[in-house]
């Protein structure tokens, strides 16, 4: 594209050469670190112009940031420095040309003095993560932004070191901060301590790159926290005013106004699987929300009690408080009914408030909500945010209205909040002095403003239409508020994108939050990976801008599954279902192809039922035969076991049965007759194969009378539980069955006494909470109940457990690529495993089990992974084979398949097939082959060759798929059953793949395919 400004070769080359540097170029990529979080209406936007970066490159030290910037003088090369991008004042937007430096491996801490309650820490690490690690240590930070589970400590400090939640107690985050470690611009390290934090405090970067950070802290103490219901700002006023005169000691002070409530009780609720969950219905007046130090609570109560019957408020019901104190993260809720914000961010002094916000009311017409936070006892911060839509014209006007709370906030003593790029015309009166120091500083050690350019100056042309709107408030005022919004979500489709996920996508703040915690982002590291940067790429389709193609469906395909990011996203959005909804239409609507290793699964499963390639006939192997005259062939209770634990990890089900035994269930069992489940067929996309392996198993199950089907696998359990029911009702399917895990079962029996472990399992244990029955099922104490009844178990945590349990890494990420990913997110939940000192995992998911072990074996790690039920069955005295290593085992066969179905290796498999596809060829076209011999017409064959060849496979690949078989065969060390199942799966594996993968494989082949022709001879070929 024209307009993108490109590094020159020799730069790129130089800066690729900087050692363990991250780097990329992708263009997809790099529009998608075009903003923060911020949204621009049309016409500002088009005087910020264009923002690609050429690069992002994300160093991982200071050496490599030095370098960076060594670099970057030689070449006179922008740098622009990112965090989160958890801001919108524009201070990370890029300018043509520059390179992002992200300093989102900046994510540790350095050190922690416990005596003298300080932490020294990089950077990028997020405010939530370093809470959560101190709180470890019995430390807590002094006070953290609302953005915290998504914003970092230096993003902070460089964004001016502002208010957040503990600022009535410690006044803004630069007055907390110690000393920070900066490179300059001309590349020198300096430290700079608390007085001379100006040069950084604010200043976005261009000053220079923050490295580490020294904070003071405070005692861990847990908050106590109390709701106020104020009816006029007059009686909110009154109460902070004493609250300050009589000296309470709050930890923090903060208010909403009846517009925030009542737009908040709109708001959709949070959905769990399609099932909304309750919230309370908030009173539509000022609520306030106090919180201090827990050993304090009892002396404020006291205090506050006559202070708030005195204004004439009232205290808010307990359960209101505690829902908003847990919900205080999550401001731009309302975003969800805009789908965007007009957004103003003002600091007044608390003596006006009450005249500001009565003058709000009569100024601004459309709803604006505000989020306000106290600042000691002189200031509060007012966060005002204007439900819109930035899809409209409308949008440009409406957006002046954030000007006009900017002037009445002035008009009462206060000022803009912050600066950045987009209100650089109110630098010098948030910055004051510093801005000259900084031009200086700049003038003297940046003489080509290579840092963060624009920053301080701003855009003029944007300057000058601010300035003039500002002018001509009261006229540009009258357009603004003549805009209504709609205040309801709106679902329609736009460029194939179905009506909910364009809406979602639209709707999503751009805070991050989701980043923080999605497992993919956390082992692949850019944008793309993360649901941020998916929505970002979404709302880009929807605008005719990009288009997908089969490298954006794997991106959306590589998943885990595991919810994280529905748990975390401050507007409830549906994050991971909307995932699944566009893996299903990109595969089935969009023709694009699931994971090359999924068709042969589909295949497995459409012609034996089950997803290992095995045989239908040794589905029941795994019965002990002692227990096979107990299965009932007909009962109101089924046991279903599921794929792996019937062919692979088979102690599983015979540990399940055998407990559902002991414990006096009687229960029928589906045999041979048994089918996968369907969700890897679900995830990957392919949903006509899921369809019918559901309407079989539902059918099976009725005549067999079931009503109650008990899963041991939590992905059976989620099926049986959720998927069914929610497909039964779309396709008119009766379903009436009741899904239970057996660990609820079993849990049951234990506290009832109907059931008792009678043998010491003498061993410290800790317990994985799997993704699919934890997080999307919440059951969580069932598991733990069995193992603290098994004498002689200790059960330990692992720092992350219950609802913040790490994914083990498996699902479609283990299927997605050969040296998979799930490797690395194996090893990370594998440490949290050592760290807690566990003598093994235990884990009641079988696909987890796998994944583990193999993680464990690949990072040579030795952590044994034991089954819960196999763990509870030696509780009773019933021993069970290990079978690690058959796990193992199958395990490489199956990433020699993932790895051969690369379509680089794929393309080396065709090469070797070249002189039986030429045999196989028609006479003529073998005529017309020839000509490659020819001087000169071999250039013309190379052209030819890509496109004829789709064209020529459904001829040919009949006729050379016995070679191809016993060339996988010589490659691949293949069990028995396999080898037999191969000659009906693999064609069909390639009838569904070849389509989608057959021009990049034709590029590849065709060299060879020519050189083949010419001298009767094959390149070498090697793939393992």
């Given at each position: 594209?024209?307009?993108v400004?490109e590094?020159?070769?020799?730069?790129?080359l130089?800066l690729k050469?900087?050692e363990?540097?991250?780097?990329?170029?992708?263009?997809?990529e790099?529009?998608l670190?075009?903003?923060d979080m911020?949204?621009l209406?049309?016409?500002?936007?088009?005087?910020?112009?264009?923002?690609?970066?050429?690069?992002?490159?994300?160093p991982?030290?200071?050496?490599?940031?030095?370098?960076?910037?060594?670099?970057?003088?030689k070449?006179?090369?922008?740098?622009?420095?990112r965090?989160?991008?958890?801001?919108?004042y524009?201070?990370?937007?890029?300018?043509?040309?520059?390179?992002?430096?992200?300093?989102?491996?900046f994510?540790?801490?350095i050190?922690?003095?416990?005596?003298k309650?300080t932490v020294?820490?990089e950077?990028?690490?997020?405010?939530?993560?370093?809470?959560f690690?101190?709180?470890?240590?019995?430390?807590a930070?002094?006070?953290m932004?609302?953005?915290?589970?998504?914003?970092t400590?230096?993003?902070w400090?460089?964004?001016?070191?502002?208010?957040?939640?503990g600022?009535?107690q410690?006044?803004l985050?630069?007055?907390n901060?110690?000393?920070?470690?900066?490179?300059?611009?001309?590349?020198?390290?300096?430290?700079?301590a608390?007085?001379?934090l100006?040069?950084?405090?604010?200043?976005?970067?261009?000053?220079?790159?923050?490295?580490?950070?020294?904070?003071?802290?405070r005692?861990?103490e847990?908050?106590?926290?109390?709701?106020?219901?104020?009816?006029t700002p007059?009686?909110?006023q009154?109460?902070?005013?004493?609250?300050?005169?009589k000296?309470l000691?709050?930890?923090h002070?903060g208010?909403?106004?009846?517009t925030?409530?009542?737009l908040?009780n709109?708001?959709?609720p949070k959905?769990h699987?399609?099932?909304?969950?309750p919230?309370?219905?908030?009173p539509?007046?000022?609520?306030?929300?106090l919180?201090?130090?827990?050993s304090?609570a009892?002396?404020?109560?006291?205090?506050?009690?006559?202070?708030?019957?005195?204004?004439?408020?009232?205290?808010l019901?307990?359960d209101?408080?505690?829902?908003?104190?847990?919900?205080?993260?999550?401001?731009?809720?309302?975003?969800?009914?805009?789908p965007?914000l007009v957004?103003?961010?003002?600091?007044?002094?608390l003596?006006?408030?009450?005249e500001?916000?009565?003058?709000m009311?009569?100024?601004v017409k459309?709803p604006?909500l505000v989020?306000?936070t106290?600042?000691?006892?002189?200031?509060?911060v007012l966060l005002c945010?204007i439900p819109?839509?930035a899809?409209?014209?409308?949008?440009?006007?409406?957006?002046?209205?954030?000007?006009?709370?900017l002037k009445?906030?002035?008009r009462?003593g206060?000022r803009?909040?912050?600066?950045?790029l987009?209100l650089?015309?109110?630098?010098?009166?948030?910055h004051?002095?510093?801005?000259?120091?900084?031009?200086?500083?700049?003038?003297?050690?940046?003489?080509?403003?290579?840092?963060?350019?624009?920053?301080l100056?701003?855009?003029?042309?944007?300057?000058?239409?601010?300035?003039?709107a500002?002018?001509?408030e009261?006229?540009?005022r009258?357009?603004?508020?003549?805009?209504k919004?709609?205040?309801r979500?709106?679902w329609?489709?736009?460029?194939g994108?179905?009506?909910d996920?364009?809406?979602?996508?639209?709707?999503?703040?751009?805070?991050?939050?989701?980043r923080?915690?999605?497992?993919?982002?956390?082992?692949?590291g850019?944008?793309?990976t993360?649901p941020?940067?998916?929505w970002?790429?979404?709302?880009?389709?929807?605008?005719g801008?990009e288009?997908?193609?089969?490298?954006m469906?794997n991106?959306?395909?590589?998943?885990?599954t595991?919810?994280?990011?529905?748990?975390?996203?401050?507007?409830?959005l549906p994050i991971?279902?909307?995932?699944?909804?566009?893996?299903g239409e990109l595969?089935?609507?969009?023709?694009?192809m699931?994971f090359?290793?999924?068709e042969?699964?589909?295949?497995?499963?459409?012609?034996?039922k089950n997803?290992?390639a095995?045989f239908?006939?040794?589905?029941?192997?795994?019965v002990p035969?002692d227990?096979?005259?107990?299965i009932?062939?007909?009962?109101e209770?089924?046991?279903?076991?599921?794929?792996?634990?019937?062919?692979?990890?088979?102690?599983?089900?015979a540990a399940?049965?055998?407990?559902?035994d002991?414990?006096g269930?009687?229960f029928?069992?589906?045999?041979k007759?048994?089918?996968?489940?369907g969700?890897?067929?679900?995830?990957?996309?392919?949903?006509?194969?899921?369809?019918?392996i559901m309407?079989?198993?539902?059918r099976?199950?009725?005549?067999h009378?079931?009503?109650?089907?008990?899963a041991s696998?939590?992905?059976?359990?989620l099926?049986?539980?959720?998927?069914?029911?929610?497909?039964a009702?779309?396709?008119g399917i009766?379903?009436d069955?009741?899904a239970?895990?057996y660990?609820?079962?079993i849990?049951?029996?234990?506290?009832?006494?109907?059931?008792?472990?009678t043998?010491p399992?003498n061993m410290?244990?800790?317990?994985?909470d799997s993704?699919h029955?934890?997080?999307?099922g919440g059951?969580?104490?069932?598991?733990?109940?069995?193992?603290?009844?098994?004498?002689?178990?200790e059960?330990?945590?692992?720092?992350h457990?219950?609802?913040?349990g790490?994914?083990?890494?498996?699902?479609?990420t283990?299927?997605?690529?050969?040296d998979?990913?799930?490797n690395?997110?194996g090893r990370?939940?594998?440490?949290?495993?050592a760290?807690?000192?566990?003598d093994a995992?235990v884990?009641l998911?079988p696909c987890?089990q796998?994944?583990?072990r193999?993680?464990?074996d690949?990072?040579?790690?030795d952590?044994?992974?034991k089954?819960l039920?196999?763990v509870?069955?030696?509780?009773?005295?019933?021993?069970?084979?290990?079978?690690?290593?058959?796990v193992l085992?199958m395990?490489?066969?199956?990433?020699k398949?993932?790895?051969?179905?690369?379509?680089?290796?794929?393309?080396?498999?065709?090469?070797?097939l070249?002189?039986r596809?030429m045999?196989a060829?028609?006479?003529?076209?073998?005529?017309?082959?020839?000509?490659?011999k020819?001087p000169?017409?071999?250039?013309?064959?190379?052209?030819?060759?890509?496109p004829?060849m789709?064209?020529?496979?459904?001829?040919?690949?009949?006729?050379v798929?016995?070679?191809m078989l016993?060339?996988?065969?010589k490659?691949i060390?293949?069990p028995?059953f396999?080898k037999?199942q191969?000659?009906?799966?693999m064609?069909k594996?390639?009838?569904n793949?070849l389509?989608?993968?057959?021009?990049?494989?034709?590029?590849?082949?065709?060299?060879a395919?020519?050189?083949?022709?010419k001298?009767k001879?094959l390149?070498?070929?090697?793939?393992?």
């Amino acid at each position: 594209m024209a307009h993108v400004k490109e590094l020159s070769a020799e730069s790129l080359l130089e800066l690729k050469n900087i050692e363990g540097l991250r780097i990329n170029t992708d263009l997809r990529e790099r529009h998608l670190y075009e903003s923060d979080m911020g949204e621009l209406p049309s016409m500002p936007k088009r005087l910020v112009g264009k923002t690609t970066p050429a690069a992002i490159v994300q160093p991982q030290n200071e050496n490599e940031v030095i370098q960076v910037v060594a670099w970057a003088n030689k070449y006179s090369v922008p740098i622009i420095p990112r965090a989160a991008a958890s801001s919108g004042y524009g201070g990370v937007v890029p300018v043509p040309g520059s390179v992002v430096m992200e300093l989102v491996h900046f994510n540790k801490i350095i050190h922690m003095d416990t005596d003298k309650k300080t932490v020294t820490v990089e950077p990028g690490i997020v405010w939530k993560d370093l809470e959560f690690k101190l709180n470890a240590a019995g430390l807590a930070v002094r006070m953290m932004p609302t953005s915290a589970p998504a914003s970092t400590v230096g993003g902070w400090l460089a964004q001016g070191g502002g208010a957040g939640f503990g600022s009535y107690q410690y006044g803004l985050f630069e007055q907390n901060v110690e000393s920070a470690t900066v490179i300059t611009p001309d590349g020198s390290k300096i430290t700079l301590a608390a007085k001379d934090l100006s040069l950084v405090s604010g200043a976005m970067g261009t000053t220079g790159i923050i490295t580490s950070i020294t904070l003071r802290l405070r005692a861990l103490e847990k908050h106590t926290a109390f709701g106020i219901e104020a009816k006029t700002p007059a009686q909110v006023q009154e109460i902070l005013e004493q609250i300050d005169l009589k000296g309470l000691p709050l930890w923090h002070a903060g208010f909403m106004n009846p517009t925030a409530a009542r737009l908040k009780n709109r708001v959709p609720p949070k959905t769990h699987h399609g099932h909304p969950l309750p919230k309370p219905v908030l009173p539509e007046s000022y609520i306030l929300l106090l919180a201090c130090d827990e050993s304090r609570a009892a002396s404020v109560e006291k205090k506050l009690a006559p202070i708030v019957k005195d204004a004439g408020a009232v205290m808010l019901p307990q359960d209101i408080t505690e829902h908003e104190w847990e919900d205080r993260f999550n401001p731009m809720k309302i975003k969800r009914i805009g789908p965007s914000l007009v957004p103003a961010e003002v600091i007044v002094p608390l003596n006006r408030i009450a005249e500001v916000f009565e003058q709000m009311e009569e100024t601004v017409k459309p709803p604006v909500l505000v989020e306000a936070t106290m600042v000691s006892s002189k200031h509060i911060v007012l966060l005002c945010l204007i439900p819109h839509d930035a899809r409209k014209l409308t949008f440009n006007l409406a957006f002046t209205l954030s000007l006009s709370i900017l002037k009445l906030a002035k008009r009462y003593g206060g000022r803009a909040y912050a600066s950045g790029l987009y209100l650089a015309q109110e630098a010098n009166q948030v910055h004051r002095t510093r801005i000259s120091q900084w031009l200086n500083f700049k003038r003297e050690k940046d003489a080509k403003n290579l840092f963060n350019p624009r920053k301080l100056s701003g855009i003029p042309l944007m300057k000058m239409m601010i300035g003039t709107a500002l002018a001509f408030e009261p006229m540009v005022r009258i357009m603004g508020n003549r805009i209504k919004p709609q205040l309801r979500e709106n679902w329609k489709a736009k460029n194939g994108l179905p009506g909910d996920v364009v809406w979602y996508a639209y709707s999503c703040a751009r805070c991050g939050y989701c980043r923080n915690v999605c497992e993919l982002y956390g082992g692949k590291g850019w944008e793309s990976t993360s649901p941020r940067g998916k929505w970002a790429y979404l709302r880009r389709v929807a605008e005719g801008r990009e288009k997908f193609d089969q490298e954006m469906t794997n991106n959306f395909l590589k998943c885990t599954t595991c919810e994280r990011c529905d748990f975390t996203c401050q507007l409830d959005l549906p994050i991971e279902p909307s995932w699944a909804v566009m893996r299903g239409e990109l595969v089935n609507s969009g023709k694009q192809m699931t994971f090359p290793a999924f068709e042969l699964m589909a295949a497995s499963a459409g012609k034996e039922k089950n997803i290992w390639a095995n045989f239908a006939e040794k589905r029941d192997e795994w019965v002990p035969e002692d227990l096979r005259p107990k299965i009932k062939d007909k009962a109101e209770i089924a046991y279903f076991p599921g794929c792996t634990a019937s062919f692979v990890e088979k102690d599983i089900a015979a540990a399940s049965a055998r407990l559902l035994d002991a414990a006096g269930v009687e229960f029928t069992y589906l045999g041979k007759d048994e089918a996968c489940c369907g969700i890897p067929m679900l995830v990957a996309g392919r949903w006509d194969v899921f369809e019918k392996i559901m309407r079989h198993n539902i059918r099976k199950m009725k005549e067999h009378g079931v009503k109650t089907v008990i899963a041991s696998c939590p992905a059976c359990w989620l099926t049986w539980h959720t998927y069914y029911p929610q497909w039964a009702k779309k396709l008119g399917i009766e379903y009436d069955f009741e899904a239970k895990h057996y660990s609820e079962v079993i849990s049951e029996k234990l506290a009832r006494g109907e059931m008792k472990f009678t043998h010491p399992v003498n061993m410290k244990l800790t317990f994985h909470d799997s993704c699919h029955i934890g997080r999307a099922g919440g059951i969580y104490e069932p598991p733990r109940d069995m193992l603290k009844a098994i004498p002689g178990v200790e059960l330990v945590e692992m720092e992350h457990n219950r609802e913040n349990g790490l994914c083990c890494g498996s699902v479609l990420t283990r299927i997605s690529e050969p040296d998979p990913l799930s490797n690395k997110l194996g090893r990370m939940k594998l440490e949290e495993v050592a760290a807690c000192g566990a003598d093994a995992c235990v884990a009641l998911c079988p696909c987890c089990q796998f994944q583990m072990r193999v993680s464990a074996d690949a990072n040579g790690m030795d952590i044994p992974v034991k089954d819960l039920a196999a763990v509870a069955a030696k509780g009773l005295g019933i021993e069970l084979p290990d079978y690690t290593p058959y796990v193992l085992e199958m395990w490489a066969v199956f990433d020699k398949v993932i790895t051969l179905m690369q379509v680089p290796n794929m393309a080396k498999l065709m090469t070797l097939l070249i002189p039986r596809m030429m045999d196989a060829l028609p006479a003529p076209l073998r005529g017309m082959m020839k000509m490659a011999k020819v001087p000169g017409l071999d250039r013309m064959m190379a052209r030819m060759m890509p496109p004829m060849m789709p064209l020529l496979m459904p001829i040919l690949m009949p006729k050379v798929m016995p070679d191809m078989l016993r060339e996988v065969e010589k490659m691949i060390e293949m069990p028995d059953f396999m080898k037999k199942q191969m000659p009906d799966l693999m064609p069909k594996t390639m009838e569904n793949m070849l389509p989608h993968v057959l021009p990049e494989i034709a590029v590849l082949v065709t060299p060879a395919m020519i050189q083949y022709v010419k001298t009767k001879q094959l390149p070498s070929i090697r793939i393992f």
